[in-house]
Nanobody, 127 residues
């Protein structure tokens, strides 16, 4: 059974930083591209970042480029999202997501195309 468990969310002020973590189990983690997606209240899910199976390639939504960094530790089955200079409009539930197509697959840049999801962690940025 695939499980993705996010942690690290919370309430921060504008300009602060947070580091989200996602613990994965029940899947061949080192073979899967992993992404982060967020959903703000009354809005659709939005792609944030993706990292390929080896950790050698990453891609970001334009809105977070230069401020967010995705990384992974295949030995620990963990994926991370370092978020810097947070803005109030980035208040959302942040989800870890897995792409089950296996190694060498192209990275998915559309939120709803991922196959497995965590329960999400709330990030609230106050102004």
């Amino acid at each position: 059974q695939v499980q993705l468990v996010e942690s690290g969310g919370g309430l921060v002020q504008t300009g602060d930083s947070l580091r989200l973590s996602c613990a994965a189990s029940g899947l061949p983690f080192s073979s899967y591209n992993m992404g982060w997606v967020r959903q703000a209240p009354e809005k659709e899910r939005e792609f944030v970042a993706v990292i390929n199976w080896s950790g050698g390639r990453t891609y970001y939504a334009d809105s977070v480029k230069g401020r967010f960094a995705i990384s992974r530790d295949n030995a620990k089955n963990m994926v991370y999202l370092q978020m810097n200079t947070l803005k109030p409009e980035e208040t959302a539930v942040y989800y870890c997501a897995a792409d089950r197509r296996g190694p060498f697959a192209t990275m998915k840049l559309v939120a709803n195309e991922y196959d497995y999801w965590g329960q999400g962690t709330q990030v609230t940025v106050s102004s």
